[in-house]
C-alpha cells in the first residue's frame, strides 16, 4: 500500500486563514448607504475612510455543484452612532442554499431576515454556530469591544445577492447600542421597504 497524498488544508492562525484562495476586505468608506446615522458616518471617514472594518479569508475548490467554501471572517469593533459595525450583508443568489457560522471569538450576532420581513438573531459566543436557513438574508454585526471571527461555511453554488438589502433600504431591525450603552437591542429600521 502506497502512502496517501496530502490533500489541501486549511490553518486557523492569528493572521488569518493559512492555505486561502482568496481575500477581501471592506474599509468604512466600502459601507456607505448602511447606517443610519449619515451624519455619524460622514464624521467617521473624515478620519476612518480607509480603517478595514471586516476582512474576509476563504477557501474555494470550485464552484462545482456539492462543493463547500469556507472562510474566516473577521468583523472589527465599534459604532456609527448607536449602531454596531456589521457587514453588507447578503442573501444566497441560490435561494434554497444554507450556511454555517461559527463563533471562534469575540461578541456578535447573526443577524437575519425573511423575505416577508420577520427577524431572527442568533447572538454569537465562542463555541456558538449559527445556522442560516434557506432564504434567508444574513449579516453579521459585533457587539463586543473585540474582534468578532467567526468561521463560516456553504454550498459552492450559492452565490450571493448583495443589492435585496439595499432595494428594501436595509434590514427591517438594526442593532443598536441600549440605553446605557453596555448591552444591544434591535430598533425598527425607518427606512425600510417591505419587499
Not at 480603517?51 to 469593533?77: C, K, M, N, Q, W
Not at 434567508?136 to 453554488?157: E, K, M, Q, W
Request: net charge negative; charged share 25%; proline share 6%.
Amino acid at each position: 500500500m502506497t502512502n496517501p497524498q496530502p490533500g489541501p488544508g486549511l490553518v486557523i492562525t492569528p493572521e488569518g486563514l493559512t492555505g486561502r484562495t482568496g481575500r477581501y476586505e471592506k474599509r468604512l468608506a466600502d459601507l456607505g448607504g448602511l447606517f443610519a446615522d449619515e451624519t455619524a458616518f460622514a464624521a467617521r471617514l473624515t478620519t476612518d475612510a480607509d480603517r478595514v472594518v471586516y476582512h474576509v479569508d476563504e477557501f474555494r475548490p470550485s464552484t462545482a455543484d456539492g462543493d463547500l467554501i469556507t472562510g474566516i471572517s473577521t468583523l472589527s469593533p465599534g459604532r456609527v452612532g448607536a449602531e454596531f459595525h456589521m457587514t453588507r450583508g447578503h442573501i444566497h443568489a441560490q435561494h434554497d442554499r444554507t450556511e454555517i457560522y461559527h463563533c471562534l471569538s469575540g461578541h456578535g450576532l447573526m443577524l437575519m431576515e425573511t423575505l416577508d420581513g420577520q427577524t431572527v438573531v442568533t447572538e454569537l459566543r465562542p463555541g456558538v454556530v449559527a445556522y442560516v436557513p434557506p432564504v434567508h438574508i444574513h449579516r453579521s454585526v459585533n457587539v463586543g469591544d473585540t474582534d468578532l471571527v467567526t468561521l463560516f461555511c456553504y454550498p459552492a453554488d450559492a452565490g450571493q445577492d448583495y443589492d435585496i438589502i439595499a432595494r428594501a433600504g436595509g434590514m427591517r431591525h438594526r442593532a443598536v447600542a441600549d440605553a446605557d450603552g453596555d448591552g444591544w437591542r434591535l430598533a425598527e429600521n425607518d427606512g425600510y421597504v417591505p419587499r
